[in-house]
């Protein structure tokens, strides 16, 4: 009944035959043309028309299979909003492996269709659209993933196209997308969109999409990406709330396994849920149905963050997330206000002043609304603190009527540091040093996700108490956050000054055993050297008698030999007098170097057996 009151014009005409039997897989043969010429149309309550319309088709079978039908759409063109547009198609049988020609161009301007076509009152359409398509080859190449037998190519370009309607939760615009392509590649030099508020501008490569679309092989890419503002929960669908007090449910976002994306993103803002990110600024990848983060840093929360690791989705009943964190010098106040879980994870410090830095490697399931899975949650870091500042904390200020130290009710905590890990729905933090109020703790324990707590720890009380012995005081911290128990371990206590006696005990009898062994090593270091020295002595005397007795040999020798010499009583005589006295000097000389060496051997081992004595 839309089209009683359209108005038309032009002529159509239409011929053909269909002849013979269908018997089987016998089918007769046929021929069908269709004509229209300068045809067009005008809804009457709207402005334009339609002009132009030309239609030449073709359909025919000579053989007696429907496989031999060849379809031929030489021509179909119109003119819409003074824009023309063409197209051809081309079809050769067989038809089971059909090798086609096709070709489109033109523009269509969406603002001018509401002025051709009725559209419901929320909808709106603007924009040129222009492009110029062609592709050609059999289907079976397209089958047997041969594209390169396969033309396909062209361009499309968009420009200031804006479409707002009831299906599409926000206003899409795209101010400009320019993109050409061929058999495997699309090269897509400009983007730049707008949905609701958020706004991307894009450019880069997308690789084997021809695969993708016909045979889900994988759709490869580079792309850079630029937004001055983005809210990534706009583009989360949400699942109807089951309560009408209870906001709506975020589902799971599902990321495709046949995607691999990499994409350079430089995000002046982020949004996710309450978190605002300003400047974010990495890699992200999108592989194997997970979404990667490569070095994203940002900055957030007052400070700075640095990003890495996946949100996985390879099982869509069982999505996670996988990240290591370095953030730095960021505010207590922004993180609990922004962060729903920092209340589940640290408690004590949703009402704190000041700003912390953290690195922590975390990962856990997420339930069907984006929220973790508590029951999967685990990880471990480092946390550390310049100063912070507390007040009005259950847990100090039952600490502080325990203690009788009112002053640890609001207190502020100076390079506060401690390394923890969270497993089995408890966060346990390794014991460390913290100083309230000037009074010295070292605490350690675990906190629960349920907001239960079990800390113990040694409390050294201040000077001006005069406890003594009993300065130092264990104390237990249970209960919950809202409502905490400590009570005061007075065992730890006396262990810590039995272990102090003992202690002192062992550093008394450690200084005498180390005196008395001073003592003796003096007295033995005392006799070695009087031993050396008297058989130093008793060397010095063997040389000196060895010598005394060498010196009488050669001394006797010469008288000897003198007197010799002095018997001669003609030169012959005289001459061998002389003779026989030198070998008798020598004789005596090497008499005398026998027994100085002999004694030089004898000294040296009274001095060696001395030395090594002791």
Same mark, same amino acid.
């Given at each position: 009944?839309?089209?009683?009151?359209?108005?038309?014009?032009?002529?159509?005409?239409?011929?053909?035959?269909?002849?013979?039997?269908?018997?089987?897989?016998?089918?007769?043969?046929?021929?069908?043309?269709?004509?229209?010429?300068?045809?067009?149309?005008?809804?009457?309550?709207?402005?334009?028309?339609?002009?132009?319309?030309?239609?030449?088709?073709?359909?025919?079978?000579?053989?007696?299979?429907?496989?031999?039908?060849?379809?031929?759409?030489?021509?179909?063109?119109?003119?819409?909003?003074?824009?023309?547009?063409?197209?051809?198609?081309?079809?050769?049988?067989?038809?089971?492996?059909?090798?086609?020609?096709?070709?489109?161009?033109?523009?269509?301007?969406?603002?001018?269709?509401?002025?051709?076509?009725?559209?419901?009152?929320?909808?709106?359409?603007?924009?040129?659209?222009?492009?110029?398509?062609?592709?050609?080859?059999?289907?079976?190449?397209?089958?047997?993933?041969?594209?390169?037998?396969?033309?396909?190519?062209?361009?499309?370009?968009?420009?200031?196209?804006?479409?707002?309607?009831?299906?599409?939760?926000?206003?899409?615009?795209?101010?400009?997308?320019?993109?050409?392509?061929?058999?495997?590649?699309?090269?897509?030099?400009?983007?730049?969109?707008?949905?609701?508020?958020?706004?991307?501008?894009?450019?880069?490569?997308?690789?084997?999409?021809?695969?993708?679309?016909?045979?889900?092989?994988?759709?490869?890419?580079?792309?850079?990406?630029?937004?001055?503002?983005?809210?990534?929960?706009?583009?989360?669908?949400?699942?109807?709330?089951?309560?009408?007090?209870?906001?709506?449910?975020?589902?799971?976002?599902?990321?495709?396994?046949?995607?691999?994306?990499?994409?350079?993103?430089?995000?002046?803002?982020?949004?996710?849920?309450?978190?605002?990110?300003?400047?974010?600024?990495?890699?992200?990848?999108?592989?194997?149905?997970?979404?990667?983060?490569?070095?994203?840093?940002?900055?957030?929360?007052?400070?700075?963050?640095?990003?890495?690791?996946?949100?996985?989705?390879?099982?869509?009943?069982?999505?996670?997330?996988?990240?290591?964190?370095?953030?730095?010098?960021?505010?207590?106040?922004?993180?609990?206000?922004?962060?729903?879980?920092?209340?589940?994870?640290?408690?004590?410090?949703?009402?704190?002043?000041?700003?912390?830095?953290?690195?922590?490697?975390?990962?856990?399931?997420?339930?069907?609304?984006?929220?973790?899975?508590?029951?999967?949650?685990?990880?471990?870091?480092?946390?550390?603190?310049?100063?912070?500042?507390?007040?009005?904390?259950?847990?100090?200020?039952?600490?502080?009527?325990?203690?009788?130290?009112?002053?640890?009710?609001?207190?502020?905590?100076?390079?506060?540091?401690?390394?923890?890990?969270?497993?089995?729905?408890?966060?346990?933090?390794?014991?460390?040093?913290?100083?309230?109020?000037?009074?010295?703790?070292?605490?350690?324990?675990?906190?629960?996700?349920?907001?239960?707590?079990?800390?113990?720890?040694?409390?050294?009380?201040?000077?001006?108490?005069?406890?003594?012995?009993?300065?130092?005081?264990?104390?237990?911290?249970?209960?919950?956050?809202?409502?905490?128990?400590?009570?005061?371990?007075?065992?730890?206590?006396?262990?810590?000054?039995?272990?102090?006696?003992?202690?002192?005990?062992?550093?008394?009898?450690?200084?005498?055993?180390?005196?008395?062994?001073?003592?003796?090593?003096?007295?033995?270091?005392?006799?070695?050297?009087?031993?050396?020295?008297?058989?130093?002595?008793?060397?010095?005397?063997?040389?000196?008698? =060895? !010598?005394?007795? @060498?010196? &009488?040999? $050669?001394?006797? %020798?010469?008288?000897? #030999? /003198? +007197?010799?010499?002095?018997? *001669?009583?003609?030169?012959?005589?005289?001459?061998? =007098? !002389?003779?026989? @006295?030198? &070998?008798? $000097?020598?004789? %005596?000389?090497?008499? #005398? /170097? +026998?027994?100085?060496?002999? *004694?030089?051997?004898?000294?040296?081992?009274?001095?060696?057996?001395?030395?090594?004595?002791?």
């Amino acid at each position: 009944t839309s089209f009683e009151d359209v108005k038309t014009g032009g002529s159509v005409k239409l011929s053909g035959f269909v002849k013979g039997k269908m018997v089987g897989s016998s089918f007769p043969n046929f021929d069908l043309k269709l004509n229209v010429d300068k045809a067009w149309f005008q809804y009457p309550s709207l402005p334009q028309s339609v002009q132009n319309i030309n239609i030449a088709t073709h359909v025919y079978n000579t053989g007696n299979a429907l496989d031999q039908t060849v379809v031929d759409v030489s021509n179909f063109s119109l003119v819409m909003a003074k824009n023309p547009f063409s197209a051809k198609l081309h079809v050769i049988h067989p038809m089971t492996d059909p090798e086609l020609e096709m070709k489109a161009t033109g523009k269509i301007d969406l603002g001018s269709i509401k002025d051709l076509y009725p559209l419901e009152a929320e909808m709106k359409l603007n924009g040129i659209f222009d492009m110029n398509v062609e592709a050609g080859g059999k289907m079976s190449y397209l089958d047997q993933n041969q594209y390169d037998k396969f033309h396909f190519g062209g361009k499309l370009n968009l420009s200031n196209m804006l479409v707002k309607m009831k299906e599409l939760p926000q206003e899409v615009s795209i101010a400009k997308a320019n993109m050409t392509f061929n058999n495997n590649l699309i090269d897509l030099s400009t983007l730049q969109i707008k949905i609701g508020r958020n706004d991307i501008t894009a450019s880069g490569k997308v690789e084997n999409f021809m695969a993708y679309a016909l045979h889900d092989k994988t759709l490869l890419g580079k792309l850079n990406l630029q937004s001055t503002y983005f809210n990534a929960s706009d583009f989360m669908t949400s699942e109807p709330a089951k309560t009408p007090e209870k906001s709506e449910a975020l589902t799971v976002i599902v990321i495709p396994q046949n995607i691999n994306f990499t994409m350079a993103a430089d995000f002046k803002q982020l949004v996710y849920e309450k978190m605002n990110f300003t400047n974010a600024k990495g890699q992200l990848m999108v592989v194997d149905g997970a979404l990667k983060f490569q070095n994203l840093f940002t900055q957030a929360f007052g400070g700075t963050m640095l990003v890495n690791g996946a949100y996985t989705t390879t099982d869509p009943k069982k999505p996670s997330f996988d990240f290591n964190l370095n953030i730095n010098e960021v505010l207590f106040k922004e993180v609990f206000k922004q962060v729903g879980l920092a209340q589940k994870l640290v408690p004590i410090f949703e009402k704190a002043n000041g700003n912390f830095s953290t690195k922590l490697s975390i990962n856990s399931n997420l339930k069907s609304g984006m929220m973790p899975d508590l029951a999967t949650l685990t990880g471990k870091g480092s946390f550390s603190s310049k100063s912070v500042g507390l007040a009005n904390v259950p847990v100090l200020t039952t600490l502080a009527k325990t203690l009788k130290i009112k002053e640890l009710s609001n207190t502020n905590l100076k390079d506060l540091a401690f390394m923890f890990e969270i497993k089995d729905g408890k966060i346990t933090t390794q014991p460390f040093d913290v100083v309230l109020s000037g009074v010295k703790m070292n605490i350690g324990g675990s906190t629960g996700l349920d907001q239960s707590i079990a800390y113990v720890g040694k409390v050294q009380m201040p000077d001006k108490l005069n406890l003594g012995k009993l300065s130092t005081v264990g104390v237990k911290i249970g209960g919950t956050f809202s409502k905490p128990t400590v009570s005061l371990d007075l065992t730890n206590t006396l262990k810590t000054m039995v272990t102090d006696a003992k202690a002192k005990v062992v550093e008394e009898v450690t200084k005498q055993v180390d005196a008395a062994k001073t003592k003796a090593l003096e007295e033995a270091r005392r006799q070695k050297e009087m031993a050396i020295k008297a058989a130093q002595e008793k060397a010095a005397q063997i040389r000196a008698t =060895a !010598q005394q007795l @060498s010196d &009488k040999i $050669i001394n006797e %020798a010469q008288s000897q #030999a /003198d +007197q010799l010499i002095a018997k *001669a009583s003609n030169p012959i005589t005289k001459r061998l =007098a !002389q003779a026989a @006295s030198q &070998k008798l $000097i020598d004789d %005596a000389k090497r008499k #005398a /170097d +026998q027994y100085n060496s002999q *004694a030089d051997e004898e000294a040296k081992k009274v001095i060696q057996k001395a030395e090594t004595s002791f």
